[in-house]
Every structure is written in C-alpha cells, then in structure tokens.
C-alpha cells in the first residue's frame, strides 16, 4: 500500500492484491523477513520500467 508493491506484484503473478498483503503482514509478524522482501521488491519493480 505505501509503495505499491503488493499491486505490482499481484499484476505480476495474477493473484489478488489482499492475498499478497496478508502474506506480507503474516512474513513481518511471524517469520520477521517481510521488510526486507518488501524493499527489495520495491527495488525489482523500480528498475524493472
């Protein structure tokens, strides 16, 4: 939502955006890696246009 990652990366694989921000939150609160893969998703989807 802040740097548009979940929708780019629901376009992407053809999911629904709420799917893949559950799983972004559930990451953060359960497994502690979510920021990270949330920047360097952020970093693919800048220099991917």
């Given at each position: 939502?802040?740097?548009?990652v979940?929708?780019w990366?629901?376009?992407?694989?053809g999911?629904?955006?709420?799917?893949?921000?559950?799983?972004?939150?559930?990451?953060?609160?359960?497994?502690?890696?979510?920021?990270?893969?949330?920047?360097?998703?952020?970093?693919?989807?800048?220099?991917?246009?």
């Amino acid at each position: 939502m802040i740097l548009g990652v979940s929708q780019w990366l629901s376009t992407k694989l053809g999911w629904d955006v709420s799917i893949i921000r559950v799983a972004f939150v559930v990451s953060v609160l359960f497994f502690g890696f979510g920021i990270g893969l949330y920047l360097i998703l952020w970093i693919v989807k800048l220099l991917s246009k």
